[in-house]
């Protein structure tokens, strides 16, 4: 095999999902539409057209011919058993996208694809870094712990993919930042899986966002991929920091991953107490997501989408600063209150405007 840098070999990666993602969308689309595989709006929708939304099929094989083009297997023997989660995802995804799936099978789907990683791989949450004193944790709280932020961070994806361009930007971001700290750390393989992703979702965001006669949204196959490759990278960026003694190291690393995160992380959150007080359904979806009160108080689609992106920004930015001065728990908890102040003022805004029409 040829020897390439690191740097060509990243860039090459990216430029091959890339090219691979953008050429398939187009085939895609007309297939969808012969099919009449369409996203209908109803009552709850953001949009007024009848879209396709098969775009995680795309973003599904430029990123798994990436992946296995350019990681060196036996650098990251893990990388088999993600690629089996992802295939369970995408076929999970894609039939729910096609035919519709109850809630709890889709679940189910998660919970069987978190845990061969988990398990197979060993990849999972083995320290607290110091969070409540807690450094070690057994592998009974271990398990248990990981499963449940994978399918936290997997339906936060899907829940925030309710107005165009947001959860493949709020990925983009995770991926960028964390492929380029893999890269610092010479942690090459993961690097390329970030990579890989974005490159993705990249060319799929040029359909999703920019485009009229070719829009397409990623769907349940889309965003249940992105949510479940997203937790693999901030898993191993935990645990890389669980002794912070190396250069490039980071001692709040829980902290900088709820930053990055933040928006799929709180407003998931958010909606399970608002559905929960409200006695709705947890699984019932509704418009009281921040894209969704955004919209409400008078932001068009790309307004509120580019709000939102430059909130995730500086809270993802803002981590890796304040790592250096603050502690993991104060750090967190600043996150916490900021999230929701910032997630508060739609409301309020909502609630002026309301009072104003009933004087």
Do not use: C
């Not at 775009?55 to 036996?74: D, P, R, V």
């Not at 485009?211 to 191993?236: A, H, R």
């Not at 709040?252 to 007080?277: E, G, H, Q, W, Y």
């Amino acid at each position: 095999m040829i020897q390439i840098s690191d740097e060509i070999l990243l860039l090459t990666a990216v430029v091959t999902s890339f090219v691979i993602t953008y050429v398939s969308i187009p085939s895609i689309i007309k297939v969808a539409r012969s099919k009449n595989l369409y996203d209908v709006p109803d009552e709850r929708s953001s949009h007024n057209l009848s879209v396709p939304t098969l775009g995680g099929l795309a973003i599904f094989a430029g990123f798994t011919i990436s992946a296995l083009m350019f990681s060196k297997i036996e650098h990251i023997p893990e990388l088999k058993y993600i690629i089996v989660a992802v295939i369970i995802m995408f076929f999970i995804g894609l039939k729910d996208d096609i035919l519709l799936i109850a809630p709890l099978t889709k679940l189910s789907g998660q919970i069987v694809a978190a845990l061969i990683i988990i398990i197979m791989s060993d990849l999972r949450f083995t320290s607290f870094h110091g969070f409540f004193g807690i450094f070690e944790v057994p592998v009974y709280i271990s398990i248990p712990f990981t499963l449940f932020v994978f399918l936290i961070v997997i339906n936060g994806f899907n829940l925030i993919d309710g107005i165009d361009g947001l959860s493949s930007s709020v990925g983009i971001i995770a991926s960028i930042t964390l492929g380029i700290w893999f890269y610092f750390v010479s942690e090459i393989d993961y690097s390329v899986i970030s990579a890989g992703l974005t490159g993705g979702l990249i060319a799929f965001i040029r359909f999703n966002v920019f485009s009229k006669n070719e829009k397409i949204f990623m769907g349940d196959t889309g965003s249940l991929i992105l949510g479940l490759i997203v937790t693999v990278l901030v898993i191993k960026f935990n645990e890389m920091n669980k002794f912070p003694d190396f250069e490039f190291s980071k001692r709040a690393a829980p902290a900088i991953s709820f930053a990055i995160l933040i928006l799929p992380l709180f407003d998931t959150v958010r909606i399970i107490f608002i559905r929960f007080f409200q006695r709705k359904p947890i699984f019932k979806p509704d418009k009281q997501h921040i894209h969704h009160l955004l919209i409400e108080i008078g932001l068009t689609h790309r307004k509120a989408l580019l709000l939102l992106i430059i909130v995730n920004i500086l809270f993802a930015a803002s981590g890796f600063i304040l790592q250096e001065y603050v502690g993991i728990r104060r750090l967190i908890l600043l996150y916490f209150l900021l999230a929701m102040i910032v997630f508060y003022i739609p409301s309020v805004i909502l609630k002026k405007r309301l009072n104003k029409k009933n004087i």
